[in-house]
């Protein structure tokens, strides 16, 4: 079992806006399996993008599901329309607008 299949497991449908390749310094695009930290109200939460609707690449925008694992926020707190940045390390890769939340258990 991988640390993303414990439980409990916030699930996030969001639409994300992937930042330029000059901002980011490259080409490569966000899809399924990629894994980063959700930067919200200040904090950095582990997640991964589970489904995506194709390879969303830099300065283009797409709507994906996030697993996050069992260290999130308040579920009251991320909601729909709460916005949040994707990192990769201290790299903004992205920006989302949540469009759902859900919690996953075994």
Sequence with gaps: MTEFEKS?????????????????????GIMEGFSSSIYFSGNHYPARVVTCESVIMPSHKGQVT??????????????????????????????GSVLSVSEQTD
Excluded: H, Y
């Design 8 to 28: 409990p497991t916030l699930v996030i449908k969001a639409t994300i806006c992937m930042r330029s390749s000059e901002e980011i310094g490259q080409d490569k």
């Design 66 to 95: 996030l697993f996050m694992l069992d260290s999130f926020p308040e579920r009251s707190d991320i909601c729909a329309g709460a916005t949040f940045e994707l990192k990769n390390g201290s790299l903004t890769v992205a920006e």
